[in-house]
């Protein structure tokens, strides 16, 4: 069985706040939020970070690109927001499942690090 939590919350055997689903993503709302509306965008099949992105499996990131401004639109962010993915240690990635965080609904602090 998979230990991962996002893999659980996907198989539905950890509850979230969903703000949109496909056959190929989910997006829910982050437990913890760092903004007026923060979600995560993740792909439902498990890929560990953005090392792990390859030829293979590349089409899914496009695809939750595409979809990144229709559900920030969709969750009444209106000017502008951030897209960030942790990977590894130094980049504080604490869940081992490709995921974007989604910041935005209020002014966003100029600092990246
Ligand atoms: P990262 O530190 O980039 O790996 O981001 C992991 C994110 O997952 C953090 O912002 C957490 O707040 C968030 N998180 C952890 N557990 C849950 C959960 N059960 N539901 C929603 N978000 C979660
Ligand atoms: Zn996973």
Redesign the pocket.
């Known amino acids: 069985m998979c230990d991962c939590?996002f893999c659980k919350?996907v198989n539905g055997d950890?509850p979230?706040?969903k703000v949109y689903e496909d056959e190929k993503v989910l997006a829910?709302?982050?437990?913890?939020p760092?903004a007026s509306v923060?979600f995560?965008v993740i792909p439902k099949t498990h890929i560990e970070s953005v090392d792990a992105i390859n030829e293979d499996n590349s089409d899914i990131v496009s695809h939750i690109f595409r979809l990144i401004p229709q559900i920030a639109k969709s969750t009444g962010i209106k000017n502008g927001y951030r897209v960030?993915?942790?990977c590894g240690p130094d980049?504080?990635?604490?869940?081992?499942h490709l995921?974007f965080?989604v910041l935005g609904g209020n002014q966003l602090s100029e600092k990246m690090a």
């Open positions: 939590l919350i950890i979230s706040a829910f709302k982050d437990i913890n760092q923060h995560l960030i993915t942790n980049g504080c990635q604490s869940v081992k995921h965080h």
